[in-house]
């Protein structure tokens, strides 16, 4: 299956990952482009594939990207190969996306799954992105103002995980849960891309 998780910056999109692929979990983790900068610790190849906007625009021209969008200032991109090639091998796919991304690969992908993973509350949420230490006192107001749109468009996504403070193997196992459950659904989901 191809299955999209989204949700706010800060929300805890990434550990929720982390720890499945911890916990060997079957899956394959597309590795998305970006035009941004790597934050300190993030590796080319492995967080993301950091390319230059010329590079970008290549991606984009060749058609090698299921989506892109600009997000924060930067260009992020969802490569296409590595899609056919895990779904090939008989893997399940999950594709990290902000909102905007998700709509997109919905529209293009309709069988995609599509999880959404919501703070408990905006106070946490705050508390995780000052915690990140990566982004300016502007930037953290601005991704909390988007936070609260991005919450309110939760509704159209197929499932909504909360993934609560110090809770983080709650929030894996129901993931789990759900990719499982669907997985065995009759008739499956057929993907094209």
Same mark, same amino acid.
């Given at each position: 299956?191809?299955?999209v998780l989204s949700g706010p910056s800060g929300v805890g999109k990434d550990a929720i990952l982390e720890r499945?692929?911890?916990l060997n979990? =079957?899956?394959h983790f597309v590795i998305t482009a970006t035009t941004r900068?790597?934050?300190p610790g993030e590796v080319?190849?492995?967080n993301?594939?950091?390319v230059d906007k010329a590079r970008f625009q290549e991606l984009i021209d060749s058609d090698e990207l299921i989506e892109h969008a600009e997000v924060y200032g930067n260009m992020y991109g969802v =490569?296409?190969?590595q899609v056919r090639d895990a779904l090939a091998a008989g893997q399940h796919v999950m594709i990290r996306v902000d909102v905007q991304g998700a709509t997109r690969i919905r529209q293009l992908v309709s069988d995609a799954l599509l999880i959404f993973v919501m703070p408990p509350t905006l106070q946490s949420l705050q508390k995780r992105l000052e915690a990140r230490g990566v982004d300016a006192v502007e930037a953290i107001t601005i991704r909390r103002s988007k936070a609260i749109d991005e919450m309110n468009d939760a509704d159209w996504f197929d499932y909504t995980i909360v993934n609560h403070d110090d809770r983080l193997d709650a929030a894996v196992q129901e993931?789990?849960?759900i990719i499982d459950d669907e997985s065995e659904r009759d008739p499956p989901r057929v993907f094209d891309l």
């Open positions: 299956m191809i299955v499945m692929a911890e979990y =079957p899956y900068d790597p934050r080319d190849g492995v993301h594939y950091f =490569p296409k190969q993931m789990i849960g």
